[in-house]
């Protein structure tokens, strides 16, 4: 039998053998009973700053519990995914995109013996990787490759987040093929799990492999120009690669994962009359802190303790205004980056290897928008919105990638920056000191000054006037929504499955590696 115990205390320098004590303990048998012990979730208990520890939950093969009426200690059988029985359908299905929602979209397929035909605009991760770095010296961007579009999808060069706030079981489905795909074996029970920049190249990659070892194709630099629609259901695409002509591939079952921005494949589906509509994000900037400083903030005198690594944070607060500020995609020992994707546009993001260990944290501190900050009707209102502040921020920074940026006290006071303090920006490839007002919506700067303040309340340090903000930050998610019914189908065209980010249903690696899995699900059945 196997038992699960919630709630186990673990202090930070604690053992594997403390851990399978404290289980016998709890469990009211001798530690030698336990055939084996594997932690389930381990998350860090820093309420109390004089006490910082690890909250275990474990699963203890066992015969016996002597505690049944203990309700932190449940019976569990272990975790196995399912494939939907289904059979084999009449034209191989395909995806568009492979980012997390097309990579797990086109497993299932490939597990499901459906050889799926993938089509990625961008590279695969080995290019992209070269890509993204000549933009990043350089400021030559590739519009079809870059932190946005490739292999592995604008994760890829992100801290590798894992947590989500998603109870799907599929959720364990993608942390174990990730973690046979080479990924670190502690995101299966880290409380919030990362793989990092650094480790996402190479898994990505073996699970292309794996795809194409089971009978799928992956086409990169391939783009979609034309979704073939005949009586309201999908026949199949019209792709173009490099300077070939283009050409048809059929089928009746089309997954879109496109990512979210995709705009030019938005532009596409309004043409095409595919029910869309618009949907709120965010937009604001990174802010940059020295890693030391929220280390101390959240860990006290525990600070630095090998256990712990580099402390994060994730904060939100609601204005009188209406509006909502919070921090996201917080990236421990990171770096800011460039993530433009169209020519003239500048764009941030920020990302982190796996041993989080630079200097900085840096995380977005966005402010919500929605249809009536929009100033249109059009579906497509929030991707011109979009557009403009980076527009703005391009020219800010000399209309050459480098961005705008502005210390903390500055911004809060105000004026503009004429110099950079004691936090050196990571940002490549350059930055431009200045006011980031002149391309920031005033409401939305005055909002991000007031979350700064109140922020401060909650993590000390926060408001540090020699920390760095760096504009801007507009791709936290899809600013349309693919409309689809419950079988994941669009609501215009059979046989079309919107999905992941782009499509508006997902909001990070698991959420949209989670929503491929189901919209695969529903293509076998």
Request: overall charge neutral.
């Amino acid at each position: 039998m196997i038992y699960r115990i919630t709630e186990i205390s673990l202090p930070l320098d604690g053992t594997q053998e403390d851990l399978l004590a404290l289980a016998a303990k709890r469990l009211k048998v001798p530690p030698e009973s336990i055939r084996s012990l594997k932690l389930y979730k381990k998350s860090v208990d820093a309420r109390k700053k004089e006490d910082v520890h690890f909250i275990c939950t474990v699963d203890a093969e066992c015969d016996r519990n002597n505690r049944p009426q203990d309700k932190k200690i449940t019976a569990v059988q272990p975790y196995h995914y399912e494939l939907p029985a289904g059979k084999k359908l009449p034209a191989r299905p395909v995806v568009v995109g492979f980012g997390p929602a097309g990579l797990f979209a086109a497993l299932i397929l490939a597990q499901a013996g459906q050889r799926p035909i993938v089509f990625e605009r961008g590279s695969a991760v080995e290019k992209r990787q070269e890509e993204v770095s000549t933009f990043w010296r350089t400021g030559k961007l590739n519009p079809n490759c870059n932190v946005q579009f490739g292999e592995g999808g604008a994760g890829t060069f992100s801290d590798g987040k894992l947590n989500t706030g998603t109870k799907d079981s599929r959720s364990r489905k993608v942390l174990e093929e990730f973690v046979a795909a080479g990924a670190p074996e502690e995101i299966l029970y880290m409380a919030k799990p990362h793989i990092g920049t650094d480790k996402l190249p190479s898994t990505v990659k073996n699970i292309r492999e794996k795809i194409i070892f089971l009978g799928g194709e992956v086409h990169f630099n391939t783009t979609v120009q034309n979704l073939l629609i005949t009586d309201g259901k999908i026949t199949g695409v019209e792709v173009k690669s490099g300077n070939a002509s283009s050409y048809r591939v059929e089928s009746q079952h089309v997954i879109l994962a496109i990512g979210h921005s995709a705009r030019d494949t938005f532009e596409l589906l309004r043409s095409l009359k595919i029910p869309m509509e618009q949907k709120a994000f965010s937009v604001g900037a990174r802010i940059e802190h020295p890693q030391k400083l929220i280390d101390v903030s959240q860990y006290g005198k525990f600070a630095g303790h090998p256990a712990l690594g580099a402390a994060d944070y994730k904060l939100a607060v609601h204005l009188p205004n209406g509006r909502g500020v919070y921090t996201f995609c917080m990236c421990p020992g990171g770096s800011v980056v460039a993530a433009a994707s169209e020519p003239g546009r500048l764009v941030t993001n920020g990302m982190s290897n796996f041993a989080r260990d630079g200097q900085n944290a840096n995380s977005a501190l966005l402010v919500g928008v929605g249809p009536e900050d929009f100033g249109s009707e059009d579906v497509l209102a929030g991707v011109v919105l979009q557009r403009r502040l980076e527009e703005s921020a391009f020219r800010l920074g000399g209309e050459n990638y480098f961005a705008p940026v502005q210390r903390v006290e500055d911004f809060l006071k105000r004026r503009a920056s004429k110099s950079i303090g004691e936090v050196t920006p990571t940002y490549l490839p350059g930055v431009t000191p200045c006011n980031l007002d002149d391309c920031l919506p005033q409401e939305i700067a005055d909002s991000m000054r007031q979350g700064i303040v109140m922020m401060n309340a909650r993590l000390r340090g926060f408001s540090y006037p020699d920390a760095l903000l760096t504009g801007v930050e507009t791709r936290s998610s899809s600013p349309v929504r693919i409309l689809r019914g419950t079988t994941c189908e669009s609501v215009g065209v059979t046989g079309l499955y919107p999905c992941g980010e782009g499509a508006g249903y997902a909001g990070g690696i698991i959420s949209a590696a989670v929503d491929g899995i189901r919209c695969a699900e529903q293509v076998l059945s």
